[in-house]
């Protein structure tokens, strides 16, 4: 069975950054459109980022020009760079496969001052 391992969350103070990673298993990873979502609390799950099977990539616009996503193939693995967080950051982030309904359980990112 398809399964996502995100890791890579934690606590950071304002401005600073936190790289998360995805794991997948039991697919073929590379023909997937792979998606990062967020879900702070009292709030709806939001895309943050989306990265294709050919690399193009995709930002809610909360992010764009701190968040980078990228992917490689040949782990099975997806990434988030993060830098330059704020506050609002704060969420569970989760990993996502499009057009299914694959998720991994979440990584919690804090950003307190």
């Known amino acids: 069975q398809v399964q996502l391992v995100e890791s890579g969350g934690g606590l950071v103070q304002p401005g600073g950054s936190l790289k998360l990673s995805c794991a997948a298993s039991?697919?073929?990873?590379?023909?997937?459109?792979m998606e990062w979502y967020r879900q702070a609390p009292g709030k709806e799950r939001e895309l943050v980022a989306r990265?294709?099977?050919?690399?193009?990539?995709e930002y809610a616009n909360s992010v764009k020009g701190r968040f980078t996503i990228s992917r490689d193939n040949a782990a099975s693995t997806m990434y988030l760079q993060m830098n330059s967080l704020k506050s609002e950051d704060t969420a569970v982030y989760y990993c996502?496969?499009?057009?299914?309904?694959?998720w991994g359980q979440g990584t919690q990112v804090t950003v307190y001052s």
């Open positions: 996502h496969v499009r057009s299914t309904n694959n």
């Open positions: 039991g697919i073929i990873f590379s023909i997937y459109t």
């Open positions: 990265i294709s099977s050919g690399g193009r990539t």
